[in-house]
């Protein structure tokens, strides 16, 4: 069964250092997204994306964050200078184009430490 | 903003004893979908509820959708240990096209053996 694959699994950085979070998304879907969920918390939104351009962001996604569709497959999420709240499991989660489809399949996801 | 509540945050069972975690939401919902997610493993898609007082099953596992689409709720009988984990709502809201979830917080259940 195809499935939603994050690289990589954990990614220890320092404040202030930018990191990319790379997803490769299950290969016929059209609609991309990423959510955080801070340890012990619950999954939050932070983007949507759809035919290359961001069609929602949330409040949390500020102008340190960026996403990006390079080529065909992968799915990025780069935050420019990580700030120690910014550690969590961050989520990428794809959802076929088809009407009435609105099943989201989420990845393993990737835990970030900021230090 | 859009808000999905859900309770309880903790339950503890017996084995075999009823589970129950509920939803409710700001506004009403396109359809309201629930994951299941294991300790440190990420969301697993269990069901999507799209009709107006629709109710699914799925062995031991009842999920119902209100009449007004604004609350749901997920009851488990006869709770098993691998039931564990904790439990996500997740509401589309009205009106949006961006397919967005808006998670409750999730209900931790751990059932004792």
């Known amino acids: 069964e195809p499935e939603v694959t994050q690289t990589p699994s954990h990614q220890v950085t320092q404040m202030g250092q930018e990191v990319i979070l790379r997803c490769v998304p299950i290969s016929n879907h059209l609609y991309f997204y990423w959510y955080r969920q801070i340890l012990g918390q619950k999954v939050e939104f932070l983007v949507s994306?759809?035919?290359?351009?961001?069609?929602?962001k949330s409040e949390i996604f500020d102008d340190q964050f960026s996403v990006e569709r390079p080529d065909g497959s992968n799915f990025t999420l780069k935050i420019r200078s990580t700030k120690l709240e910014d550690s969590a499991m961050y989520f990428c989660?794809?959802?076929?184009?088809?009407?009435?489809?609105?099943?989201?399949?989420f990845g393993p996801g990737t835990r970030l430490t900021v230090l | 903003g859009q808000q999905v509540m859900q309770i309880p945050q903790y339950q503890h069972v017996q084995e075999g004893e009823d589970f129950t975690t509920y939803c409710n939401s700001s506004t009403t919902l396109s359809n309201i979908q629930w994951y299941k997610q294991r300790p440190g493993g990420h969301p697993v898609f269990l069901i999507q509820l799209v009709k107006s007082g629709e109710v699914k099953k799925q062995k031991r596992l009842t999920f119902q959708f209100g009449e007004a689409k604004k609350n749901s709720s997920l009851h488990i009988t006869a709770t098993q240990t691998t039931d564990v984990g904790t439990y996500f709502c997740?509401?589309?809201?009205?009106?949006?096209?961006?397919?967005?979830?808006?998670f409750g917080k999730g209900t931790l259940l751990t059932v004792n053996p």
């Open positions: 994306f759809y035919n290359n351009e961001i069609s929602e």
């Open positions: 989660a794809s959802k076929s184009g088809r009407a009435l489809i609105d099943t989201q399949y």
């Open positions: 997740a509401g589309q809201h009205s009106g949006g096209s961006n397919y967005k979830l808006t």
